[in-house]
T-cell receptor, first 115, second 117 residues
Framework: AQSVTQLGSHVSVSEGALVLLRCNYS??????LFWYVQYPNQGLQLLLK??????LVKGINGFEAEFKKSETSFHLTKPSAHMSDAAEYFC?????????????FGKGTKLSVKP | EPEVTQTPSHQVTQMGQEVILRCVPI?????FYWYRQILGQKVEFLVS????????KSEIFDDQFSVERPDGSNFTLKIRSTKLEDSAMYFC???????????????FGPGTRLTVL
């Protein structure tokens, strides 16, 4: 069975500082991994996804994530935080076995950006 | 840009009452999903739907739950007799294609917050 664990329910950074949101996965098969972001009062928006091509995945808004099989990690980074990055971020892995591959989510990490 | 919409944004109901949560998926999408998030917990998969039938469902999706695509644009989730533990944020999602296709990304709506008293 697949699962993801997000370390840190709340991360606070200063504007311009590095953003690092941690996600570790568990999967018995090569995983498909995703990062979603939720801004206040909005739906979950896809930031980026890993589907076994390049291990470094670039997403929207300057975010990227690196798939590290040896560490079973898929951490999300952004070199320089912006106030508009304040949101909740969810890591997810696609479930195997079903015909449509439902997503299995982590608990989410709320990112605060201080001026 | 096309988006998934959900109504209402917040629903308050009494225990034992029926509720219907509504979603309008993106118009050319063929696969539909419901997820929920109980406060402080993970987003959990409930059900997926394709070609007018359920494709997969989780253990949470018991006989109290049902889904329907009544008119070709709406996708609804019905809870027949709500329980206190059904209080959660319910997210609808849709995708153009199923797993493995290049257009299988799931697009989510803003959610409906259901409060059962």
């Amino acid at each position: 069975a697949q699962s993801v664990t997000q370390l840190g329910s709340h991360v606070s950074v200063s504007e311009g500082a590095l953003v690092l949101l941690r996600c570790n996965y568990s999967s018995s098969v090569p995983p498909y991994l995703f990062w979603y972001v939720q801004y206040p009062n909005q739906g979950l928006q896809l930031l980026l996804k890993y589907t076994s091509a390049a291990t470094l995945v670039k997403g929207i808004n300057g975010f990227e994530a690196e798939f590290k099989k040896s560490e079973t990690s898929f951490h999300l980074t952004k070199p320089s935080a912006h106030m508009s990055d304040a949101a909740e971020y969810f890591c997810a892995v696609r479930s195997y076995g079903g015909s449509q591959g439902n997503l299995i989510f982590g608990k989410g990490t709320k990112l605060s950006v201080k001026p | 840009e096309p988006e998934v919409t959900q109504t209402p944004s917040h629903q308050v109901t009494q225990m034992g009452q029926e509720v219907i949560l509504r979603c309008v998926p993106i118009s050319n999408h063929l696969y539909f999903y419901w997820y929920r998030q109980i406060l402080g917990q993970k987003v959990e998969f409930l059900v997926s739907f394709y070609n007018n039938e359920i494709s997969e469902k989780s253990e949470i999706f018991d006989d109290q739950f049902s889904v329907e695509r009544p008119d070709g644009s709406n996708f609804t989730l019905k809870i027949r007799s709500t329980k206190l533990e059904d209080s959660a944020m319910y997210f609808c999602a849709s995708s153009e294609a199923g797993q493995g296709a290049s257009t299988d990304t799931q697009y989510f709506g803003p959610g409906t917050r259901l409060t059962v008293l």
